[in-house]
């Protein structure tokens, strides 16, 4: 099937029986010279995240595994966040605390009945392999996710009300991540100290990767009985979210989406000055991938009545393509001026400073 939605374009036919022959991003993690609890943690990682886990260990020297744990903390700390089955009373001391558990090498929790709920059962095998990092990278990740604990928690019990609020809960969950990163990526020594400490631009590249899920995930949070659009633009067009699911208020429901596209396309400038500073080449990839998918995401999301009805994926030998081709800066700004165009070309809403090259531009 994934063949076949690529018989229209041949460079991506040609990549995704690359990427299906194996000869894709190649990755660094030796299976023989790790840990047990290590080698258990590479398989968490391969369980929880198909499109992070081939870059994570793609990354050069220790900041593999110092990436590869961080993301199974932040996946266990998220893990606890969207159990609706456990009681507030219960889960908000959770949150707060979780930074905690990183040092205490009994604790998991087994209760949790979530889709990636191995990594709350076996948390010991997590928390071991923190412990052994070098305590350069515990302090970022401990520090992180404490901070993202407690952003969780403040809006566990609230909707995001204003645009204001839209960026604060995704820094929380999104933009700490991207700062927690960039500092591991500095204290690694494989980039420049400048990259950890502007945490400006490293919270953008957060954002712009939140904010899109966040628009494409529409109909799958209404679903689950969440919702993280923002009641200040939503409340322009329908009295409830849940509304824009309705046939007749499609106008109404592209109307709010485009809006929370072009927002989230405010980020790009931010994404593009961010990667234009890093040298390492597994840096690069592991940050450039993620933040081209997001683009052309929201490119296919934009002035789509699908997402109100079902998923919007972007075909799998397009998502294939870009991740063997975003290597490069110039690559890299061709594929955002390409489908920054795509969403200028459908409709002139769009501000003009968003059409074409802008967005890329670096300076």
């Known amino acids: 099937m994934d063949l076949l939605r690529s018989l229209g374009h041949p460079e991506e036919l040609l990549n995704l029986i690359r990427y299906k022959l194996g000869t894709g991003i190649k990755t ?10 290590l080698r258990t943690c590479y398989v968490y990682l391969n369980q929880t995240s198909r499109s992070f886990a081939a870059v994570i260990q793609a990354l050069d020297g220790d900041l593999r595994q110092a990436v590869c744990i961080f993301y199974l903390v932040l996946r266990a700390l998220d893990t606890v966040e969207d159990d609706m089955s456990i009681p507030l009373e219960v889960k908000v001391p959770m949150l707060h605390n979780f930074h905690t558990y990183l040092y205490l090498p009994g604790w998991s929790y087994s209760q949790s009945q979530q889709r990636d709920a191995q990594v709350l059962h076996d948390f010991p095998s997590i928390s071991l392999e923190f412990r052994s990092l070098a305590k350069v990278y515990q302090d970022v990740i401990a520090n992180i996710c404490h901070k993202m604990g407690l952003g969780m928690a403040e809006f566990l019990e609230k909707r995001v009300q204003s645009i204001k609020e839209w960026d604060m809960y995704c820094h929380y969950v ?35 990767l939140q904010k899109t899920n966040i628009i494409r995930d529409y109909l799958e949070d209404q679903q689950e009985g969440r919702e993280f659009w923002p009641h200040e633009v939503w409340s322009k067009y329908v009295d409830k979210l849940s509304d824009f699911s309705r046939p007749a208020n499609l106008q109404a429901a592209l109307q709010c989406l485009n809006e929370l596209v072009t927002n989230a396309l405010q980020h790009v400038p931010d994404v593009i000055t961010y990667l234009s500073r890093l040298h390492n080449q597994s840096v690069f990839n592991f940050c450039a991938i993620p933040q081209v998918m997001a683009i052309a995401t929201l490119a296919a999301c934009y002035n789509n009545p699908q997402v109100f009805r079902g998923v919007v994926k972007i075909r799998k030998g397009q998502a294939v393509t870009l991740m063997m081709e975003a290597t490069n800066m110039e690559a890299v700004k061709g594929m955002f001026r390409q489908y920054s165009g795509v969403v200028s070309i459908l409709t002139h809403t769009v501000p003009a400073e968003w059409r074409c090259t802008h967005p890329c531009r670096t300076t």
């Open 28 to 37: 660094r993690a030796a299976a023989d010279a790790m840990s047990e609890t």
């Open 174 to 208: 999104a933009g700490l991540v991207g700062i927690g990163l960039s500092r591991l990526f500095a204290a690694s020594e494989l980039e420049e100290p400048v990259v950890g400490e502007d945490t400006e631009l490293a919270n953008s590249m957060g954002l712009f």
